[in-house]
């Protein structure tokens, strides 16, 4: 019988895990970590250049200008997937992928202890960067796992990134003051390196049954738009256009509701640098309150994705999940209509980016799991990078209309916002119906079934024995779905004290009372992710001198 190993027995305290999925879920985990670190290593380096170079509205400016570098980076992007999409190694994609983003980083840094004004087109590189490498990375998941795998174990990589972004913050915080942005910009390069040669370990070790075996292959440039980047690749699917339409409002909403905290912000550094007895430079003390806002989202966003994704992804399934985010924008612009305090703005906005880091971003990587190859790199990177960033633009024009134009107070932004909430929930309502649609036309889940007997098992009253039921008793017909177990007596009731069952390994450990005997029925129950499942049952009886056989069976 094939056991989970120490670690995978911790993560099916999470997510239900099948055996030799722990080392590649530890390897991706860690090329997460190593990802979000670096990202939240440089924002508030991003930050304070921005806001000491610039102002909030050159911020929000700036974001447009990221999407005009896209127009001409993606079709480089398509050009290097065309050329790697036929290799065996699924890496290689991401691995060329980060080593550009460390050539360039390592580029600012030398202009930067040049002493060139860097903020705005370090801007710009650092939006692409998060987006364009995270994309590249959850693209490499999808690739390497099944769509039953992926639904899985996202849910715990998915960990390792929150963990990632965790530190980076706490670390960006004390480190900003003892080696400031040049400092940080080196570490983050050096974090970088790891993904190179762990993404490479990762897919060594997919355990056959939770593989994608789609193969590669080339993908050949088909029509002008494709030459553009790829676009016709969401522009042909249905489901994409919606997930692109989804991200765009969900980004959007994101960006207003950070230069609403940043002008927040900028008011109260002014206030603060104003006092006699302030310490602390306008730069520092928004770097200090960027460090701390971005680590208190972390907190809450691995808290979120240790205790709530997994389990919303189990009794609501994704489909319901992808409702959460947009549900909490209402509530979230709702309430500062009512109460336009500070500390709620700061509070929500942790509340919002916090279920964006963790519930609507595992949800939103395993809605690509049963999408093809060239669907997962091209089409998501398009989506994740194009049209995220669009979103971006379309939150410049809102800032250039409200705040410029007709320079209205907050209360306009709280009542856009409330607006685009409501559409984003039509929006998450479409993608639903499609999502389900995309599943049926390529994935169907089948209970599990019983494939050969259970043994009848007899003991000896007053000695210890342990037992397993055989692997090759129940099967799951769904690739990459996993088994979890439960033992009760057949009349529904708990296992008498003396019998305990250890749900990971299927093994019984028994000891009968000393002098006793008699026989008990005993149902095991095997369901799937998806709550299908089977039961049989099997003899156990135990008595004087019975020793330990198996005499017959029932099923």
């Known amino acids: ?96 992928v980060i080593g550009f983003f460390i050539c360039v980083l390592l580029i600012f840094l030398f202009l930067h202890l040049a002493g060139l004004r860097i903020a705005v087109p370090f801007y710009i590189w650092l939006s692409i960067f998060n987006v364009m490498v995270v994309a590249q990375f959850w693209a490499f998941c999808a690739d390497i796992f099944n769509t039953k795998s992926g639904q899985r174990l996202f849910v715990v990589i998915m960990v390792g990134a929150s963990l990632g972004a965790l530190v980076g913050a706490q670390a960006s ?11 940080l ?30 193969p590669p292959k080339p993908e050949p440039i088909k029509g002008f738009l494709d030459m553009m980047g790829g676009f016709d690749t969401v522009f042909r699917s249905r489901y994409l256009r ?27 550094a002014n206030l603060f640098v104003a006092l006699p007895e302030a310490t602390l430079s306008k730069a520092e003390f928004i770097g200090q309150f960027y460090a701390d806002y971005h ?15 997994s389990r919303l992804f189990r009794f609501v399934g994704i489909r319901g999940t992808i409702l959460v985010l947009p549900l909490f924008a209402i509530l979230h612009y709702g309430a500062l209509l009512v109460i336009p305090a500070f500390a709620l703005i700061r509070a929500l906005m942790i509340g919002e980016n916090a279920l964006y880091y963790s519930v609507q971003n595992t949800t939103t990587q395993a809605l690509y799991l049963p999408l093809s ?20 633009l379309a939150a410049t024009g809102v800032v250039v209309v409200l705040a410029v134009w ?74 990459g779905d996993t088994l979890q177990f439960k033992a009760r007596l057949e009349g ?34 095997a369901s799937d992710y998806e709550g299908l499942e089977v039961s049989g049952t099997f003899r156990f009886d135990f008595g004087e001198n019975l020793g330990f056989r198996v005499e017959s069976v029932v099923t």
């Open 242 to 268: 919606v997930m692109a339409l989804f991200m765009l409002l969900l980004n959007l909403l994101n960006s207003m509701g950070e230069y609403i905290i940043s002008r927040a912000v900028d008011a109260r």
């Open 1 to 96: 019988m094939t056991r989970l190993t120490t670690f995978e027995r911790v993560l099916s305290l999470f997510t239900s895990v099948r055996p030799g999925e722990g080392a590649s879920v530890l390897y991706l985990g860690a090329s997460g970590f190593s990802l979000l670190a670096s990202q939240l290593l440089l924002k508030p380096v991003r930050e304070a250049l921005i806001l000491t170079e610039g102002s909030p509205e050159i911020r929000s400016y700036v974001q447009a200008a990221v999407a005009v570098m896209l127009i001409f980076l993606l079709p480089l992007y398509k050009q290097l997937f065309t050329g790697l999409a036929d290799s065996v190694v699924r890496s290689r994609i991401l691995r060329w």
């Open 492 to 525: 529904g009731q708990p296992l008498p004290q003396w019998i305990r069952f250890d749900r990971y390994n299927q093994t019984f450990t028994v000891r009968p009372p000393q002098d006793a005997s008699g026989s008990l029925q005993i149902m095991l129950t």
């Open 185 to 214: 910009m080196l570490l983050a390069a050096a974090v970088l390196l790891l993904p190179l040669g762990l993404s490479i370990l990762a897919e060594a070790r997919v355990p056959h049954g939770s593989h994608n075996h789609e």
């Open 295 to 309: 680590a208190l989202i972390t907190i809450l966003s691995l808290a979120l994705q240790l205790l709530i994704v």
């Open 373 to 392: 190859r060239r669907e997962k790199y091209v089409g998501k990177t398009i989506i994740d990078t194009f049209f995220v960033r669009l979103g971006d």
């Open 406 to 479: 007709l320079q209205l107070a907050l209360a306009a932004f709280f009542w856009t916002g409330l607006a685009l909430g409501v559409i984003v929930v039509w929006c998450a309502l479409e993608l639903r119906k499609h999502h389900r649609g995309e599943i049926r036309k390529r994935l169907s889940n089948l209970p599990p079934r019983i494939v050969a007997p259970l043994p009848k098992v007899c003991a000896t009253s007053g000695q210890l024995l342990m037992f397993s039921v055989p692997d090759v008793c129940f099967f799951d017909p769904d690739p």
């Open 173 to 183: 915080k004390y480190l900003i003051g003892v080696i400031g942005s040049y400092g």
